[in-house]
């Protein structure tokens, strides 16, 4: 066997220990491979080169993003939560203002995490809390971004109900809204699902390109007006294209 042959069976080797492993450290891939030291070093910077494995701030090995064209392996292991967490943070930490992330179950939208510490007003969000699709700059973020037929079939069948003083109950200007927001990349609202707070969302796509959740920047109305606007939504567009990214989906 010449040593380019070696080189990929010894990778495959590496590789092939992630079908009963989510992550390993170095020391774990050394000894379930059972490969000399230097070699397993020498093969995790070459498989980290190529990104078929990437190193967390862990110090773990998991498998790269690319197998995601390959199959179902890492996307059946990615959890949105985690992979959103730490960019929620961060988004937080920048505007001192809610950060929820919410995903689509059925004709509703659940919240499922929330950064909330440094804001003095808490929300109505709580994880676990479901909304309409229809109510929230969260939710609909959501509807807007799911295939024509599927926003049609939604809207003509559902019942919209007021939660609060701005909740959209005309299907006319639901439809302008999902419109707006479509062009705009993200969607506002003002009172709708609690009177006087507001949020600004941006959609979150999958390796599929298809919107399986939202991220949104919420707080009470009076901060979210003027100049604000613009520069919230310019944030949570970029936390939501970070995410996006992080699950596979490549922006055409």
Same mark, same amino acid.
């Given at each position: 066997m010449d040593s380019k042959n070696k080189t990929v069976v010894r990778s495959m080797d590496i590789l092939n220990l992630y079908i009963e492993h989510a992550q390993l450290t170095f020391q774990e891939i050394i000894d379930l491979s059972g490969l000399p030291k230097t070699t397993v070093y020498r093969m995790l910077m070459s498989l980290? %080169?190529?990104g078929f494995l990437e190193k967390g701030i862990d110090s773990k090995y998991r498998l790269g993003l690319i197998f995601l064209h390959f199959g179902h392996l890492v996307a059946s292991r990615l959890d949105i939560r985690q992979i959103a967490l730490p960019i929620m943070q961060e988004? @937080?930490?920048? !505007?001192d203002e809610a950060i929820n992330l919410i995903v689509k179950q059925d004709n509703e939208a659940m919240y499922i995490e929330k950064i909330d510490i440094n804001q003095? !007003? &808490?929300l109505y969000t709580a994880i676990g809390r &479901?909304?309409? =699709?229809? *109510?929230? *700059?969260?939710? &609909? !973020? +959501?509807l807007s971004f799911l295939p024509n037929l599927e926003i049609d079939k939604y809207i003509e069948s559902v019942e919209l109900k007021p939660f609060a003083m701005g909740t959209i109950t005309d299907? %006319?200007? =639901?439809?302008?809204t999902i419109r707006q927001a479509q062009k705009d990349g993200y969607t +506002?609202? @003002?009172s709708e699902l609690e009177n006087h707070t507001s949020a600004i969302a941006a959609p979150i796509f999958d390796h599929k390109g298809e919107v399986i959740a939202g991220i949104s920047i919420a707080g009470i109305e009076a901060n979210y007006q003027n100049e604000n606007v613009p520069s919230f939504a310019e944030? !949570?567009?970029r936390a939501a294209e970070q995410i996006s990214e992080r699950l596979g989906y490549i922006k055409s």
């Open positions: 980290e %080169e190529m988004l @937080h930490n920048e !505007v003095k !007003v &808490r &479901r909304s309409p =699709l229809y *109510a929230g *700059a969260c939710s &609909r !973020v +959501i299907k %006319e200007y =639901l439809y302008k +506002i609202s @003002h944030k !949570v567009k």
